[in-house]
């Protein structure tokens, strides 16, 4: 019986500190994109964007760099893990405003929209982990910065080491 008392104690005072996640919309202006991400537990989110990516490369046997804004949908699977510690400080929690580490999913065209980088694919993508950040002010504006290294892939190339760089910048829609 002290066994149970000890444990429900111990679980009401870890989650009296716990904030939960939201659902949230979200429009990204540095590169355009439409995001949705969708709490699947207290701190777990599914967040998926449809829109555009950024790709920049500069090798030393081209004469300029290249670039190229490509069509991409993107899947993480995200678990916030320092809630506790900013409601504890003070800080913002609500609409998903923490740190986090994800599983990140990204498919992208092979043919720029915009720019001159020529990919000579069909396809690209990114599966890996990352470490992230996300703020979300009282203004309903959005930073999201997404850093990791993975498994890059395409058609042509099969599968290489990829680093992952990923800012957003816009504003959460809704409440």
Not at 102 to 130: H, K
Not at 134 to 148: A, C, E
Request: glycine residues 10%; proline residues 3%.
């Amino acid at each position: 019986m002290k066994k149970i008392l000890l444990s429900l104690a111990l679980f009401i005072c870890l989650t009296s500190f716990a904030q939960e996640t939201t659902n949230q919309f979200s429009l990204n202006f540095l590169i355009p994109s439409a995001e949705y991400e969708v709490s699947v537990s207290e701190n777990s989110t599914v967040d998926t964007m449809l829109g555009m990516g950024f790709s920049y490369h500069d090798a030393s046997y081209l004469n300029k760099p290249e670039y190229g804004i490509y069509p991409q949908f993107e899947a993480q699977y995200r678990y916030y893990y320092n809630f506790r510690k900013r409601v504890e400080k003070g800080k913002k929690t609500s609409e998903n405003s923490g740190n986090y580490i994800a599983v990140v999913g990204v498919f992208a065209s092979g043919e720029p929209i915009i720019g001159d980088m020529q990919l000579n694919t069909d396809y690209s993508g990114f599966v890996g982990p990352a470490w992230g950040l996300q703020r979300i002010y009282n203004s309903n504006f959005k930073l999201n910065l997404n850093l990791g290294l993975g498994m890059g892939f395409n058609d042509r190339d099969g599968a290489y080491l990829a680093p992952r760089i990923a800012i957003q910048l816009g504003f959460k829609l809704g409440k």
